[in-house]
């Protein structure tokens, strides 16, 4: 079966860099190019630019002197920035029928400007790249050097340079794989798992994963590197540096909690055959507690997690959203409607048993998972006082 898989290498530091920071910000400029474009079109007509026409304009617009600045960036790239344009009013239209149809659920706006100096990246294709062997590749007629960690599998289907908050680039090999079955020694070990704030991970067997939560860590750090670039010259290069001293902690921040998703996700896959989440609310979530869901980043983890497991040969199961996993006993299956936020120990009304909150929604997970995700059926728990 062939999926995508996205290889990343880091470019070298060098004078040659200039030029692909150029044609990142001439991608900024033709971004709103394009827009504008858009834009113009709809007040003169009416009616919405198709890509083959932004295309055909695109095309001939670029041979002007008048838009040389163009130039530096190849036409592939162009093309690549008409067609996610064009994907953004798609999906904004897609959203004013489902809002007149009352089916909306959530809020799309049409692509709008951004500022050039916040241009990340470019997208090449088919053309205007080249492999050269070893650890250099081509882009126009220029030669680069970046830090080759392996060899891209498969065929290269795109190629994306990318450029942080801290001006290092990034070079990215978006390939279609051939992925064979692994062969894997299966544990016969299942497990349905909660998700908190306090413990991150909670399972149905009793085993608890923490977070370490790298921004609630550093927010000392950040508070103090905050208030230096507020605290320079607007333009001056004092003010560059403590951007970029700022731009380095949050950097160090994403890295924390991205080796913290992934030695996770390889733990859990190693230790169990057959993984059940529960299917957060994210945003109700998020207007509840705000900057601890985002430290978390349970979003992340479960594509992390989903990726690991697809390569490893475990399966995991999501339940449905609004199965009560928390209010239902796992011992006699009484939903208790009184339980809230406060409530981490709670008895049940009918039976009489203790349960820990988190472990006895990990047990429901697990009971619900087996029995309506194509498993087969989990036995009650037999009750037990949680503390």
């Excluded at 009352?102 to 709008?112: L, W």
């Excluded at 992934?262 to 207007?287: P, V």
């Excluded at 479960?302 to 497991?309: C, D, I, Q, S």
Aim: charged fraction near 20%; aromatic fraction near 8%.
């Amino acid at each position: 079966m062939a999926q995508r898989q996205t290889f990343m290498d880091k470019r070298y530091r060098g004078k040659r860099s200039k030029r692909l920071h150029r044609q990142i910000n001439v991608g900024g400029a033709m971004h709103n190019h394009c827009i504008a474009l858009h834009r113009r079109y709809d007040r003169r007509y009416t009616k919405h630019l198709s890509l083959y026409t932004l295309h055909a304009h695109l095309a001939k617009v670029k041979r002007l002197p008048k838009y040389a600045w163009g130039r530096p960036l190849g036409s592939q790239a162009i093309q690549e920035i008409a067609r996610r344009l064009d994907t953004g009013y798609q999906r904004f239209f897609q959203h004013v029928k489902e809002r007149k149809a009352g089916k909306a659920t959530r809020r799309v706006g049409p692509p709008t400007f951004r500022k050039i100096r916040k241009a990340k990246s470019f997208t090449l294709t088919q053309a205007g790249w080249k492999l050269l062997g070893g650890n250099r590749w081509q882009i126009g007629t220029t030669i680069y050097k970046f830090a080759k960690s392996r060899e891209p599998l498969g065929t290269i289907k795109t190629v994306t340079i990318k450029r942080d908050a801290l001006g290092d680039l990034f070079v990215y090999f978006s390939c279609l794989v051939d992925v064979q079955p692994m062969d894997r020694v299966m544990t016969g070990h299942s497990a349905g798992f909660a998700c908190g704030l306090t413990t991150y991970l909670t399972g149905s067997d009793g085993t608890e994963s923490h977070a370490p939560q790298p921004f609630t860590q550093s927010l000392q750090a950040i508070a103090t590197a905050n208030r230096k670039v507020a605290h320079k010259v607007q333009g001056s290069c004092n003010r560059h540096q403590a951007r970029r001293h700022l731009a380095r902690v949050h950097r160090r921040v994403a890295h924390v909690r991205q080796a913290f998703h992934w030695d996770l996700a390889h733990e859990l896959c190693a230790q169990y055959d057959i993984i059940r989440l529960e299917t957060l609310n994210l945003q109700g979530m998020q207007a509840l507690w705000g900057r601890t869901v985002s430290d978390l980043g349970f979003a992340t983890f479960v594509e992390t997690l989903h990726h690991v497991a697809s390569k490893t040969g475990v399966l995991v199961q999501h339940i449905d959203r609004w199965f009560p996993s928390t209010t239902l006993c796992s011992a006699c299956q009484n939903v208790n409607e009184p339980i809230t936020l406060r409530d981490r120990v709670w008895t049940c009304t009918f039976c009489g048993v203790t349960h820990q909150r988190d472990h006895n929604a990990a047990i429901n997970i697990d009971q619900e998972g087996a029995s309506s995700c194509g498993g087969h059926p989990v036995s009650l728990a037999p009750a037990s006082v949680d503390g």
